[in-house]
């Protein structure tokens, strides 16, 4: 069975940093894409950007380039998203995705499997 567990979001700061980590198990995704979401309240899920097998070729949302960046660590099976100075407006439940169906280098890709999520809150 296939899961993708978010960890690391939690309070804080306008201005300030965090790491999210995603740890997949049931299958190594070492030649897959894979993939931050968010969902702020009361909004669609938003694309925040996407990090190939090898790692070499990642693409983000205009919104998110400069701020956000996306690794992996195959040997871990893992994902993550390095997010710096942070705005209230990054406050959202983020989610990993993995294994691209289609729709690299867009704005709307589709993934496979999904994570549950990790809540990110930014205060002023």
């Known amino acids: 069975q296939v899961q993708l567990v978010e960890s690391g979001g939690g309070l804080v700061q306008a201005g300030g940093s965090l790491r999210l980590s995603c740890a997949a198990s049931?299958?190594?995704?070492?030649?897959?894409?894979m993939a931050w979401f968010r969902q702020a309240p009361g909004k669609e899920r938003e694309f925040v950007g996407s990090?190939?097998?090898?790692?070499?070729?990642?693409y983000y949302t205009d919104s998110m380039k400069g701020r956000f960046t996306i690794s992996r660590d195959n040997a871990e099976n893992a994902l993550y998203l390095q997010m710096n100075s942070l705005k209230p407006e990054d406050t959202a439940i983020y989610y990993c995705?993995?294994?691209?169906?289609?729709?690299w280098g867009t704005g709307y890709p589709q993934f496979r499997y999904w994570g549950q999520g990790t809540l990110v809150t930014v205060s002023e």
């Open positions: 995705a993995a294994d691209l169906i289609t729709g």
């Open positions: 049931g299958r190594t995704f070492s030649t897959n894409t």
């Open positions: 990090i190939s097998g090898s790692g070499r070729n990642t």
